[in-house]
């Protein structure tokens, strides 16, 4: 027996099905993925074959060599441009042209809700932007023909970091489209938005501080941390719990019933329990190291150690932000310190520097990192993870583990030529999609009237 809120679900799913379909957006993004992932992919293949020694060159170290830097991020790297700059805008049309033509009130007379067609529309989105990935697989498999390596994990990582990305710049975008009158201008908020986690990206990577800690949660900053290997929880909630907000303002302010003071009063509840829940979402440090090589994680040996130290360890950084051994300490060290430790305290105390670093001068401290534990601390200026361990054993008084030398991460290595790859992208990939199109396009024949017989 066929419930009815199925059969709802259904025609919804399918009315939005055909919007999408018809959507010249939604094709000309279909036709711009293929050369967009094509030349990102040949770039990155024959980049990996000349890091692999192909023009006779000295070859980088094998170890150095990993299909998850050389192939799969940088072949969706061109999805991360296009959900910014272009998806945004297939999303912007199925919410403005209903507000525009004035279908949305006919709708709303309907037995779905208001939330439901706007859940159904970023439902749908969603899985458009997975059909969109058939170019990125499509890559991937002929990586797989050339004979090239790829973790399942790793891959699993990223496609979930595009997968929530894709969600939240959605949600953005339909909540654009209902406050505001036309596709137009909900583009530019979007775009503002979302251009704006760029500069925010930037200027935390310069300035540190608070701009570092929002950026933590920025589409850009997130999808960077799933390229890298790590799953974070808190990422995946924080992610969430702003789309929802999205959504729920969307909703608010697509009725036209509303009036403004109960749609902004009841935004401001919105935007005020979203801040609560990120924050709420924001704490657990629960992570996984999905990476071949584990470069999230210490050996296993180290982990075993350091899990045996119970109390907390302070850290006090005396670098400013713009230092990339900041960076290296961060990347290298202090994450994975978090990752291990039941507690890590970090302080990054004054510098003494100025805004942009560069002509102050430095303070006495700077350089120094202390690490304390139960009153016991020692420094270095060292951000190599060799030392680091050593001196953190050393202040928690125990014995540094020997590690299993045959455990390291060996690489893979591979000289190969993108071959097929042109065609496939730049040509047979165009096709396709036209002529699907071109299918989809054509007006069913209605069947002939019968002729009325003579009376």
């Known amino acids: 027996m066929r419930s009815p809120n199925a059969a709802k679900w259904r025609r919804l799913f399918g009315k939005e099905r055909r919007e999408l379909a018809s959507s010249r957006a939604w094709i000309v993004l279909l036709l711009v993925l293929g050369p967009l992932v094509g030349h990102a992919f040949i770039t990155a293949v024959d980049s ?90 499509a890559a991937l498999v002929l990586w797989h023909f050339y004979g090239g390596h790829l973790a399942a994990p790793e891959l699993a990582g990223v ?40 500069a925010l990206d930037f200027i935390a990577q310069v300035r540190g501080g608070l701009a570092l800690m929002l950026d933590a949660y920025t589409p850009e900053s997130a999808l960077r941390t799933f390229e890298t290997g790590e799953i974070r929880v808190a990422i995946v909630l924080v992610t969430v719990t702003l789309s929802i907000a999205c959504l729920l303002l969307g909703i608010i302010w697509l009725h036209p019933g509303r009036r403004l003071r109960t749609r902004v009063a009841t935004s401001a509840m919105v935007v005020v329990a979203a801040s609560l829940l990120v924050w709420l979402a924001a704490q657990p440090r629960t992570s996984w190291d999905v990476s071949e090589d584990h470069r999230n994680s210490f050996s296993p040996a180290d982990e075993r150690a350091l899990s045996s130290i119970p109390a907390p360890l302070h850290v006090t950084v005396y670098l400013a932000p713009e230092d990339p051994r900041l960076a290296d300490l961060e990347r290298g060290v202090l994450r994975k310190l978090g990752r291990t430790l039941p507690r890590v305290d970090v302080d990054y105390a004054a510098t003494g520097r100025g805004s942009s670093g560069l002509f102050a001068r430095p303070g006495e401290h700077y350089g120094e990192v202390w690490y304390a534990i139960n009153g016991r601390q020692a420094m270095t200026r060292s951000t190599t993870e060799q030392i680091v361990l050593e001196t953190v054993y050393g202040v928690a008084g125990i014995t540094p583990p020997t590690n299993d030398p045959e455990a390291a991460y060996s690489g893979y290595p591979l000289v190969a030529r993108p071959v097929a790859a042109a065609i496939i992208f730049y040509l047979i990939w165009p096709c396709l999609v036209v002529g699907i199109w071109l299918l989809t396009r054509r007006t069913p024949q209605l069947p002939a009237p019968k002729k009325a017989g003579r009376g």
């Open 48 to 137: 990996y074959a000349e890091a692999s020694g192909s023009g006779g060159g000295p070859a980088a170290l094998a170890q150095g060599l990993s299909p998850l830097d050389g192939i799969i991020v940088p072949t969706f790297g061109a999805y991360a441009i296009a959900v910014t700059l272009l998806f945004p805008f297939v999303a912007i049309r199925l919410v403005s042209s209903e507000k525009q033509n004035g279908s949305l009130k006919l709708l709303l007379q309907s037995p779905a809700s208001l939330g439901t067609m706007l859940v159904v529309k970023l439902m749908l989105l969603v899985v458009a932007w997975v059909v969109a990935w058939v170019p990125g697989i």
């Open 159 to 198: 496609l979930l970091g595009h997968v929530l990305r894709a969600t939240l710049i959605c949600s953005l975008a339909i909540a654009a489209a209902s406050f505001t009158d036309n596709a137009a201008t909900a583009a530019v908020v979007t775009l503002a938005v979302t251009l704006g986690t760029w």
